[in-house]
């Protein structure tokens, strides 16, 4: 599709702020997961479970977990080089690396920091960015605001998670949804293209208690204690979860096709957050998505939160399913609360 003909179809909620011609593309994706696959087979031995049981309520057959001496900033690293060799972009060329996770190597330095020394992105500057499974939109958005007010030329967004080293192996109430994994984005002006047209941002730190971690922050040092009451494993509130994630996800997408002035029939790929089958459904029906419009990638990888859209927006670009121009519906909800939706032309 020709960039003139693309121009026509929608409107870009930015033109307004005069940016002239100016635009955020993401001109390379990537992702990476580690080689151990955990299925649910293998769950069935370690709590009261069944392939069954998670089949039909969460969609999830397997998930992959990092090695011991593999973590959030090797996952993201590989993610990174791999969008990195896609967009045609030396380490030098980076300025600003971000790296959306709630599973930090260590509380700091940042994993960005880490990030950067492995990659040899000696020019860039570096920060971790904390929205739990939105995080990846989030950063979007942050990465977004450098390129279109001219600051950098070339940004580095990765959403990478070792949740395994946070889940509570005992307790088959969570430890079911979660698998390890990273996805990276390379943001940069590109002539002719409208890019990432618009991202809706949102939060609710009244409901944090739905899905936290309790230990090791300030509030919850670690202790003796503290490690045998389970503090520093994530807990969530299931039920109210799922419903806050439902309504949060359509309002925020249904916001963001209304700044463009769009439907959602307009969309080629809607690249819901990976949590749960059934969310991805009911988010879906309520938007009023035909099922093949709707990317679904969490059979293989569970829940990987801020790793999640940007594994999914990698695989669907990989796999062929979209051509310059597509545009694309990213929805994210998670932990804080928080949640986002943003519109990508392809
Ligand atoms: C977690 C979730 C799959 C549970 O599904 P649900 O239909 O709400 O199930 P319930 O919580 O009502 O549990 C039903 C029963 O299954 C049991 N159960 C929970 N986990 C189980 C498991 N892994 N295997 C077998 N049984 C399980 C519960 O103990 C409960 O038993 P009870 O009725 O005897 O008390 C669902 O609530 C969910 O997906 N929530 C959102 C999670 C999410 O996406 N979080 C991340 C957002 S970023």
Redesign the pocket.
């Known amino acids: 599709m020709s960039p003139q003909s693309t121009q026509k179809k929608f409107k870009n909620p930015r033109a307004k702020y005069n940016f002239e011609g100016r635009t955020c593309s993401i001109s390379g994706v990537g992702s990476y997961v580690p080689a151990k696959i955990l299925t649910n087979a293998d769950?069935e031995k370690m709590?009261?479970?069944?392939d069954e049981?998670?089949t039909t309520?969460?969609g999830i057959k397997e998930r992959h977990i990092a090695a011991e001496t593999e973590f959030t900033s090797d996952l993201g690293t590989e993610a990174a080089r791999r969008a990195m060799k896609m967009a045609g972009v030396t380490p030098e060329q980076i300025d600003l690396i971000i790296v959306a996770t709630i599973t930090p190597d260590m509380p700091f330095p940042s994993t960005a920091c880490l990030v950067q020394h492995k990659l040899g992105a000696k020019r860039a500057a570096a920060f971790d960015l904390e929205a739990?499974?939105s995080g990846f939109i989030y950063a979007l958005e942050i990465g977004q605001q450098f390129i279109m007010s001219r600051t950098y030329e070339t940004v580095l967004v990765i959403g990478a998670e070792k949740l395994s080293a946070i889940t509570d192996w005992k307790d088959?109430?969570?430890?079911?949804?979660f698998g390890d994994g990273a996805g990276a984005a390379i943001l940069q002006n590109r002539q002719g293209a409208h890019g990432l047209l618009t991202a809706v941002m949102g939060a609710d730190g009244g409901k944090s208690d739905l899905?936290f971690m309790p230990g090791g922050g300030s509030r919850c040092p670690a202790t003796v204690d503290s490690i045998a009451a389970r503090q520093h494993f994530l807990r969530?509130e299931?039920?109210e979860?799922?419903k806050n994630?439902v309504q949060a996800m359509q309002t925020a997408a249904e916001e963001a096709l209304r700044r463009c002035e769009i439907t959602i029939s307009q969309i080629k790929c809607i690249i819901p957050?990976q949590?749960?089958r059934?969310?991805i459904d009911a988010v879906g029906e309520r938007l009023g998505a035909r099922p093949e419009q709707l990317f679904v990638n969490l059979q293989k990888y569970g829940?990987t939160?801020a790793a999640s859209v940007g594994i999914a927006l990698d695989e669907a670009v990989h796999s062929g399913l979209l051509q310059r121009g597509d545009l694309i519906l990213l929805i994210v909800?998670?932990?804080g609360l928080t949640w986002g939706a943003a519109v990508i032309e392809w």
Do not use: P
């Not at 709590?47 to 069944?50: F, G, R």
């Not at 088959?172 to 949804?177: G, P, Q």
């Open positions: 769950l709590v009261e479970t069944s049981w998670i309520r969460t739990a499974c088959r109430n969570t430890c079911v949804l899905l969530m299931g039920k979860t799922f994630a957050h949590a749960n059934r969310i829940n939160s909800f998670g932990a």
